[in-house]
């Protein structure tokens, strides 16, 4: 499917009780675009267990900008945003087809900014296809991007998610990736696995707050302490989760995956789903 039409079509075998489940995943390093671990398996078994989609709109934490853009090229470039890493890493291609008719129906749909097209600057970054190729490793369904506007406030992102709902219902996946605790500066290269207990500590807060549907906390997550400080120095790996819980609706439910942390990263994750 590459067309408008095709998601129309898509769209038109739902139920009228039907949507897309909405997920938010912690990426964590771009090894595990390569690696067989726990976390892959989890996106294995995550494609396995979604409905096929018609199309996917990711939120990476990798595409930062100032206003909000989705790509919408023909074929998006698999992007190597990173260094130090093996050579079998840079050479991985993704090619999945990006599809412009989704770029113009998300246009559409957003009133509370301008969305802008990206043409030929970015493509697909290893916070989407790292995850995305695990989950679907044919590459054969169409990919946007959507950035993510450096500029505005938690409370600004979780509101703009809402008026993307109406894509669940056209077969489209929405996922948000990053992780919920991301602070690299307090990473012990010597031993990269350790156990925190502030992140643990935080984790578990976060996912509380989740499960009871209690958001406005995690919107001001500043509010939350120095754990929370300690776990977001910086917003880019967050914001992909409030954009789902943004789309949380009253009827659906949350179940955790790949819930676990190395040093101050975690890789909690999961699958919002009426």
Known sequence: MNSLNDLRKFSGTLKASEKMPVVFVGHGSPMNAIEENTYTKGWHSLGYELPKPAAILCISAHWETKGTYVTAMEQPKTIHDFGGFPRELFAVQYAAPGSPEL?????????KTDILFDHDHWGLDHGCWSVVKNMYPDADIPIIQMSIDHFKSPQWHYDLAKELATLRKKGV?????????????????????????WTESINAQFKSLISDRNHTPLINYQSLGKEAQLAIPTPEHYLPMLYILGLQEQKDEISFFNDDSWGPIS?????ISG
Not at 103 to 111: D, F, G, P, Y
Not at 173 to 197: P, T
């Open 103 to 111: 770029a113009e129906e998300t246009k559409k749909l957003v009133e």
């Open 173 to 197: 996946l929405i996922l948000g990736s990053g992780n919920m605790v991301h602070n690299l500066r307090l990473v012990n290269w010597n031993d990269m696995f350790a156990k925190y207990d």
């Open 267 to 271: 890789m909690t994750s999961f699958k």
